[in-house]
Each structure stands twice: as structure tokens, then as C-alpha cells.
């Protein structure tokens, strides 16, 4: 989808990446862990790409959280992939079904786009989900309220180096280690080989100066573990 509404606002320059508005600077921080960054990627799962970084991530020793478009779990990924991506130690959030703006949908509209995404999530993973991202990143105290009484935390982000713009890996790499921080979001998508490039570089880099990937424990819901169990009766 490109995150169309924040094109205009990031520039690429020879020397790296410059963050306007494109960076979420509402990011709804949660708890900070020292030397930890969080991985995110958006709009999977994709039957090509998202197996080869599960991999790419169990490799280099790193978790990440997905935020799978409902209409593409429901037509590509059942239980067995997900329990998969589960059990490699990563979390999953809302993404909504359709990825639209929810600011422009009617209350009711958008609440059955997030609600339908939470019931495909339960479905696949034996619990309703307890974190979300919105598409566009595109919210207001409305969304924000709906997904609230859906029991989702919206996670956004701190740094995106919009693979869309098919930026040089290594220009890439030199941002996000400026825009490092504990705590900080990375903003990714599995569903081009240039993510993957970007992973397979960016993990060892950060490794060797001491940090670590991690879920996001907003989308570790309390339970989960039995509740995935309950799904494998």
C-alpha cells in the first residue's frame, strides 16, 4: 500500500533517510527495555516472502511482531503457519481487514474492520488480539476509542525507511542506526525481496553493537499461552 498519506513528508537524501511527518511521533509508548529494538512488518502474511524471513529472523536470533492485513491472512495463511510464527517466539496485532483510512469510515464501519481482523486473528491463534497498527497510521480520538473497547493497543512506529521507495540497503541501514533508541520501532513490510535484504543486513550490525530484537509486549496478551494450547485440544 506504500503508506501513501506520508509520502510526501520524508525525503531520501544521498546521505540517509530524513524524517518528517512519514515517522508516527504520536508512537504510543509502552514499556522501554534497554538495547531492545522492535521489528515490525505490515500487510502479510505473503506465501513467499513472510516463510523466508521467519527464517532470515530465527537465523540471526531475533523476534519481531506482524501485523497481518486481514484479507490476506484470510486468503493465504490457516492455523498451522500462524502457530508457526507463534512458536518462533513472535506476536501478531490487528491490521484491519480492508486497509483503509479508519477516520473516514463511518464509527460502525471501521469498528467491523477491526473487529473482523480480531476475529480472523482469534481464529488462527486461540486469542483475540491485544495490540493493533492502524493503516496509514491514519487514527483520531474516535478509532483510537473504538479499538480501546476492542481491548488493542495501537503500537506505531519511530522509524520507516519506506522500502516503497526502493532505497539503497546500506542508505537504509545508516538510518535506522541514527534513529536507534530503546525502545525504538522499526517499520517494515513482508512482502518484497528489499525488506529481506534489509533484515539479513541490519540484524548483524545491531547485534554486534549489543542490541536485540524483540515483540512488542503490547502484543503479548496475558493468557496466551493457554489460550493457544485450548486451539491444539
Not at 22 to 27: E, I, K, R, S, T
Not at 162 to 172: A, I, L, N, T
Amino acid at each position: 500500500h506504500g503508506h501513501a498519506g506520508e509520502a510526501d513528508a520524508g525525503e531520501l537524501e544521498a546521505d540517509g533517510v530524513t524524517v518528517g511527518q512519514a515517522v508516527d511521533q504520536q508512537h504510543d509508548l509502552f514499556d522501554i527495555h534497554p538495547g531492545v529494538v522492535h521489528l515490525t512488518f505490515d500487510d502479510g502474511p505473503d506465501q513467499l516472502f513472510t516463510p523466508i524471513l521467519l527464517d532470515l529472523l530465527d537465523r540471526h536470533g531475533a523476534r519481531a511482531t506482524f501485523f497481518f492485513l486481514g484479507r490476506n491472512l484470510a486468503a493465504r495463511w490457516g492455523t498451522d503457519e500462524v502457530q508457526d510464527l507463534l512458536n518462533r517466539g513472535h506476536a501478531v496485532g490487528n491490521h484491519t481487514i480492508h486497509h483503509r483510512m479508519l477516520t473516514e469510515q463511518h464509527p460502525w464501519s471501521a469498528a467491523a474492520d477491526l473487529e473482523g481482523a480480531s476475529i480472523l486473528l482469534a481464529d488462527r491463534t486461540g486469542y483475540r488480539p491485544s495490540c493493533w497498527r492502524a493503516p496509514y497510521g491514519d487514527r483520531d480520538e474516535v478509532v483510537l476509542s473504538l479499538a480501546g473497547s476492542l481491548g488493542m493497543t495501537h503500537v506505531g512506529w519511530t522509524a520507516d525507511p519506506q522500502e516503497w521507495r526502493d532505497p539503497w540497503v546500506p542508505v537504509v541501514v545508516d538510518y535506522l542506526t541514527r534513529e536507534r533508541h530503546d525502545g525504538s520501532v522499526v517499520l517494515l513490510h513482508d512482502r518484497k525481496w528489499l525488506s529481506l535484504h534489509i533484515v539479513d543486513d541490519l540484524l548483524p550490525i545491531f547485534h554486534e553493537d549489543g542490541w536485540r530484537f524483540d515483540v512488542v509486549s503490547a502484543c503479548r496478551p496475558l493468557g496466551e499461552r493457554q489460550a493457544r494450547m485450548a486451539t491444539r485440544g
